[in-house]
Nanobody, 117 residues
Framework: QVQLVESGGGLVQAGGSLRLSCAASGRAWSVMGWFRQAPGKAREFLGSIKWSGGTTYTDSAKGRFTISRDNAKNTVYLQMNTLKPEDTAVYYC?????????????WGQGTQVTVSS
């Protein structure tokens, strides 16, 4: 079991930045992903990072969002720059058990990000 706790959300003006954190505890994870869900919309995958450090991003996240990790703290970060009102959503981190299993088995509770225009 992996326990995940997100933090760092809040209210920010358009054009601003936020850094979200995802603190993991419990057993080891292989891949950590970031997702978001806006009101009335489906959950959207943003990108992921392997324990080894390799990252992937969707087109919507590429260029403005950066995922990093601190293995010593067992924490993954989502740096978000040049935020737009359409980035308003609940942001979640989720962990995969192995790189071979695409399912995200463990999820955090989410953190709200609100971008004002």
């Amino acid at each position: 079991q992996v326990q995940l706790v997100e933090s760092g959300g809040g209210l920010v003006q358009a054009g601003g930045s936020l850094r979200l954190s995802c603190a993991a505890s419990g057993r080891a994870w292989s891949v950590m992903g970031w997702f978001r869900q806006a009101p009335g919309k489906a959950r959207e995958f943003l990108g992921s990072i392997k324990w080894s450090g390799g990252t992937t991003y969707t087109d919507s996240a590429k260029g403005r969002f950066t995922i990093s990790r601190d293995n010593a703290k067992n924490t993954v970060y989502l740096q978000m720059n040049t935020l737009k009102p359409e980035d308003t959503a609940v942001y979640y981190c989720a962990a995969r058990d192995t790189v071979f299993d695409p399912a995200y088995k463990w999820w955090g509770q989410g953190t709200q990000v609100t971008v004002s225009s």
